[in-house]
Each structure stands twice: as C-alpha cells, then as structure tokens.
C-alpha cells in the first residue's frame, strides 16, 4: 500500500483467502410418495439416498413429521465416516414408537457452509388389521342354495393370496375340512366350497379366515 502523493508511504501486508466446499447434493430414492408402511413391514422402512459427495458433508440425517405439522424429528443420524465410497446408501428408519398415520419424510444433509434438504415424499404408516364390518353372510346364518358366503371388513384388503390356507372350512360332527375355493373384491372376501352344502343339511359349518392383511 503506498500515498497516492509521492510514494513516501509504503506498506506491505500479506492476505490470506479461504474458500469454503460448497455442500453435497443428495436424492432421496425411496420412498417415494404415497408410501406405506404396515404390520408386515416389521416396523422397519428403508431410505435409500445417493447423489451425495463424502468429501462435501458432515452429515446425514433421516427427518421425519406428522403430515400438516411443521415440527420435524430426527429418526437417525449418518456421519461422513458412516456413508461408503459409493453414492448410495440404504438406511433403515424403525417407526416402531410411531403412531399409525400420515408422515412426511426428508433427509436433511449438513457440511461446512450450511444445509440443504431433499424434497419431502409423503406416506402412511398403517399397522392396523382390518375389523370386520357388519355380519358374516349369509347373514341369518343359515345356507340355502344360491347363498353368498363371504366376510365384509372396514378397509380394502390385500387380495392376493387368499387360497394359501387363509380360509378353512370345518364339518363340526366329523372334523373333516371341506375344500374352497376364495376371492376377493376391495374389502370383501368370497367363500364358494367346491362341494354342495346341502348335502350336509342340519350340520354346523365352521368357517375360519385369518391373517387377513390391509393394501
């Protein structure tokens, strides 16, 4: 630095110039939006992120909140040192201490400079099996030909495989199973019985359906 007179006045000085990384990007994979987590789920869900740069994070944190509510929770947390040499990394968020509803997910990275956040997705957490809904049919309790055997719940079930010994029907008198034949309609399960009841008039019938699951 010198006088801008006669150059009588000099100065010297060093400076010094530091640079701050710019923070990682990062993606989150899944879940995606309209995701769902159920009892068979095992209260776990899996995140699956990538994008991200090791050398450009501190860390990784798994945020969650209540659908509507600005308030989020840190599920887990991932240090640079935890995260691999890839850019993809599966995590898994256990929601066992959850309430069953709504959720939205994120992933919140922080390094040197601040803070950036993946886009939210948004899905439901539905441990929940599905309740019957009004009475058995037929509904008086008695077959006749023509009648509908079937069972009515208050949500549409998984109707995928209803024939693997989900349904049983039972003789009473003798204890021999009488082999079915089962579909089902949104929240509707359909018995037919590949022999004619009537042919065991005045005996009880026992149905047994079990291990009904939600979509």
């Known amino acids: 630095v010198s006088d801008a007179c006669n150059d009588g006045i000099t100065k010297t000085g060093t400076i010094s110039a530091f640079f701050t990384s710019p923070c990682s990007n990062i993606i989150l994979n899944y879940p995606q939006n309209n995701w769902l987590s159920t009892s068979a789920s095992n209260n776990t869900l899996p995140i699956e992120f990538t994008g991200y740069s090791v050398p450009n994070l ?123 034949q089962v579909s089902g309609y949104q929240n509707k399960v359909n018995i037919v019985p590949f022999v004619n009841l009537i042919g065991y008039n005045g005996e009880i019938i026992k149905v047994v359906v079990k291990n009904i699951t939600d979509l």
């Open 58 to 180: 501190t860390n990784v944190v798994v945020q969650y909140a209540a659908s509507g509510s600005s308030s989020w929770t840190d599920a887990l947390t991932l240090l640079a040192s935890d995260l691999n040499s890839s850019t993809t990394k599966v995590v898994y968020w256990n929601t066992q201490n959850l309430q069953d509803g709504m959720y939205n997910v994120r992933l919140k990275l922080t390094c040197l400079s601040g803070t950036i956040y993946s886009e939210r997705v948004t899905g439901m957490i539905d441990r929940r099996a599905p309740q019957l809904y009004g009475k058995t049919d037929p509904t008086d309790d008695i077959y006749s030909i023509g009648d509908i055997i079937g069972i009515s719940y208050d949500e549409n079930i998984n109707n995928s495989n209803l024939n693997n010994n989900k349904v049983t029907m039972t003789r009473i008198n003798t204890g021999d199973t009488i082999p079915v």
